[in-house]
Each structure stands twice: as C-alpha cells, then as structure tokens.
C-alpha cells in the first residue's frame, strides 16, 4: 500500500528536498505541497493524505491551528500528522500534540530517521523526536490547559489494569516494556494499550500519552 503524503511548509527549498526524498520510495508519494496552514487543510482534504508533515510556524494559519482543524475532522480520521521543527524544546511542540499530532521530528533529522517516522504514523504509531524526552513533554502537558475540557467520564471508563498501563504509556514505555514489567504477552500488552485508546478517544499513541499526563495518571520524570 503507498503512503499518501502531504508536505505543509512555508519555505520551497525544503519542501522539494522532502519531495525528492519520499518519492525516491516505492511505497510513499507526495500528493501535495501547501505553504500555508490553510492549504494544508484544504489540500488534505482534497488530496486525502495519509500523513502531513506539518511545518509549527507558517503565514495564515499556523501549523497547530492546521493539525486541530485536520484532526477534528471526521472525514479525516484516518490522517496522521507529524510535525516538523526547527525548535524541539519548544512548548509549541506540545501544543500541537494537545492539538492531535501524532508526533514531532527536528528538521535536521537524518533522511533514513524521516522515511522511518513516515511510515510509523502511517501505521498508526506515535513518535517523538529521540531528543524529546519524556520528562520535558511531561513538563509542558502536567501544566493546565484552560482549552481542554476535561475527561473525567473517559478515566472513569478505564479498568485497573488499563490506568496502570495507560501510565506507563505516558511515562514512555513500549508495549515489550510494559509487558515486562506486568510479566504479560507484548500482544496482551498491546491490547490494553489498544482498548485504553479506545475508551479515551484518543487517535494514537501520542494521544495517550497526552490523556495520562492531562489526567495525572503519571508526572514529569516518572518512568
């Protein structure tokens, strides 16, 4: 199955240096380039992208404002967006998790690290840059959000089991990690994991990651 992509950045040179590289791949084809956050909505609508790389600061409508119109979407429940920045540290990063991304990379990432991350969300996954620990998306998600309704009714859904691991998804454990640690399958792991995404609403993994900490299920440094 190809990989629809859709690049979203305000400076061209980039844009073609990423085109050139994804469409070197058998199995991605870039279906379009926007420049603004406006374009990058429109054009996944149209062109039904599978992944937006979504550059943070852009004209019109920046990249977090494009990634929650996306992400809101219905329509569009099947698009993933991964962001791509200049700054990695940068509290906007977690905003646009908050906003539905599925990941952020740095903009000097190594072309084999960017091929990888594409077809991570496009399989579903979450990533964060190797460089984004934990603690820091911890730091900027254990702060209140006043745009966030809360999810009270969603935590409540979950069982034991799932909070348990649902944290430990927030504190940045791989599902081999998490299995270990309850002496359980990788797939029995998985399918907690799997059912807590389910009962939360949340897209992927990185969204789980937002709900444990937005839901004090874990806290910065925890592991």
């Not at 984004?132 to 730091?139: F, Q, S």
């Not at 009270?152 to 791989?174: K, N, P, Q, W």
Request: glycine residues 8%; charged residues 25%.
């Amino acid at each position: 199955m190809t990989i629809r992509v859709l690049l979203a950045d305000d400076q061209a040179l980039l844009r073609a240096t990423f085109r050139l590289l994804l469409d070197a791949e058998p199995d991605i084809d870039v279906v379009g380039e926007a420049a603004t956050g406006a374009e990058a909505v429109a054009m996944t609508r149209a062109d039904r992208a599978d992944v937006v790389l979504m550059d943070i600061r852009m004209p019109d409508m920046d990249g977090i404002e494009a990634t929650r119109r996306i992400t809101a979407d219905e329509d569009l429940a099947g698009v993933r967006v991964l962001i791509l920045t200049t700054f990695e540290t940068d509290e906007f990063v977690v905003a646009a998790l908050r906003a539905g991304a599925s990941g952020f990379l740095g903009k000097g990432v190594d072309p084999a690290d960017l091929l990888a991350a594409v077809r991570t969300i496009a399989a579903g996954e979450s990533l964060l840059s190797p460089s984004a620990t934990t603690a820091l998306i911890g730091r900027f998600l254990a702060q209140p959000d006043p745009t966030q309704v809360a999810v009270a009714a969603a935590l409540g859904d979950l069982t034991g089991r799932e909070r348990e691991i649902t944290a430990m998804v927030g504190a940045g454990l791989s599902n081999t990690e998490i299995a270990d640690r309850l002496v359980i399958s990788p797939a029995t792991a998985k399918t907690h994991v799997n059912r807590a995404m389910m009962k939360t609403g949340a897209r992927d993994r990185a969204q789980l990651v937002v709900f444990a900490y937005e839901n004090g299920l874990v806290r910065a440094g925890n592991r």
